[in-house]
């Protein structure tokens, strides 16, 4: 569900920044494999929906390229693919764990190519810009063997531990973390889910006969999805919400709150995993969920602030 | 009392895309800025077009300018013609992000 809820919201960005009407497809689609996804259609409904959906979204950033060469846009441009492949199998009634490697390249190559397009403020060397492609081919590689092979997920936890370290040294948020408010929130929260993707790596380099299902197979995707796709959302959320729902939303130091849970109830969550202990694995999985309901009251309580403010006479 | 080109600026410089470690002032983003008595429009863009955080920084720009005294009326467009690049980031700006010059 996180990995169609962030297609729609991908797709519809690309979608109002391309301002053609054929764009506007590939959120649509997505859409509607949400929607068939949760009513009572059977199975191939929601597939062929999100396979639509992430080719249109494919057509999208060739489209993109095709006017404006930017190594980011091939970045992100990939991880679409990646997207279309994941769907396909999913379509192709392959098991779920076929698809789930192939998701997360998604995620994390459309995050890294946003990244690396904010990191061209550092005047990065073309050498520093080949170790990003490097790092991002041996992911692939691996992924495209995880389906086939155990060594296929050791090659792409290489791939993922490289990719977290180049963000690591070179991300932007080492200096926007100087800043008080909320440009340090937003690199405090970037770059911990950055050491996330450093551990899931690990995790699918030393658990990789297990990238089928059970405990370390859970610490290996929720080191992805929560710790460091579901963290980029609660960095993201303080400019997104505020922009797309035209709404004021000052930042709050209380933000903090559901960060500092997240991290900590995955770190009982993956530690219940690792340690095959049941009490601490669901403890940390549904205070994982507490910190959710957290980040969205503490969004809630930032608008009902900036709304006060604007009543007592602030413009905005 | 009115207000200044001058005040609205050093009002700007408080306003910062969140991801990015330099003022909108400094980054070049503000191409203009028009003082009617009261009344300030001002033309700024974003680093890329389309990019989510525009309306983020107007809201920030218009509040920004809002609290100067004498103010009362705040426009703040958003334009991508020219597109922005990054020959428009001022020495100051280039000092922020730590290039050699």
């Known amino acids: 569900m996180i990995v169609g809820f962030l297609g729609t919201v991908i797709g519809l960005e690309r979608a109002v920044a391309l301002n053609k009407p054929w764009a506007y497809g590939a959120p649509l689609f997505a859409v509607l494999s949400a929607i068939a996804q949760l009513s009572a259609l059977p199975a191939p409904w929601s597939q062929t929906f999100s396979v639509i959906s992430s080719a249109i979204l494919v057509a999208i950033f060739c489209f993109l390229w095709w006017h ?25 009634d392959y098991p779920s764990f076929s698809s789930a490697g ?30 990003l492609f490097l790092a991002i081919a041996v992911c692939i590689f691996g992924l495209s063997r995880t389906s086939i092979e155990e060594p296929g997920s050791r090659v792409a936890g290489a791939g993922l531990i490289a990719i977290a370290l180049w963000l690591l040294r070179w991300d932007i948020a080492w200096r926007t973390i100087r800043l008080a408010g909320l440009p340090r929130f937003m690199a405090v929260s970037l770059l911990s889910g950055y050491v996330w993707l450093l551990a899931a790596g690990v995790f699918w380099i030393i658990y990789a006969a297990d990238f089928i299902a059970g405990p370390h197979y859970d610490a290996m995707l929720h080191a992805i999805f929560l710790g460091f796709v579901v963290v980029m959302i609660f960095a993201h959320a303080p400019v997104i919400l505020p922009s797309v729902m035209d709404v004021s939303m000052p930042f709050q130091n209380f933000f903090y709150a559901h960060l500092i849970l997240l991290h900590l109830s995955l770190f009982l969550r993956i530690g219940g995993d690792l340690a095959e202990s049941a009490p601490a694995r669901m403890w940390g999985g549904l205070l994982n969920g507490v910190a959710i309901l957290v980040f969205l009251a503490n969004n809630i309580c930032a608008v009902r602030i900036g709304y006060k403010a604007k009543e007592v006479g602030s413009v905005s | 009392m009115s207000v200044n080109k001058e005040q609205v600026f050093d009002a700007l410089k ?6 990015i470690p330099v003022d909108v002032v400094n980054l070049g983003l503000v191409y203009e800025v028009l003082v009617e008595g009261d009344r300030i429009a001002v033309k700024m863009t974003t680093t890329a077009s389309g990019c989510p955080v525009g309306n983020f920084i107007v809201a920030q720009a218009k509040r920004a300018i809002g609290r100067l005294e004498g103010v009362k009326e705040v426009e703040v467009a958003l334009v991508y013609d020219p597109p922005w690049h990054e020959d428009m980031i001022s020495e100051e700006g280039r000092r922020m992000l730590g290039w050699r010059t």
């Open chain 1, 102 to 131: 192939w998701w997360a390249g998604f995620l994390i190559l459309t995050i890294t190519g946003e990244r690396l397009e904010l990191s061209r403020l550092r005047r990065l060397s073309n050498i520093s810009r080949l170790l």
């Open chain 1, 68 to 92: 404006r060469h930017e190594s980011y846009l091939v970045i992100i441009g990939l991880g679409a693919l990646l997207w279309l492949v994941g769907n396909s199998l999913w379509l192709g």
């Open chain 2, 14 to 19: 408080r306003v910062y895309d969140p991801e």
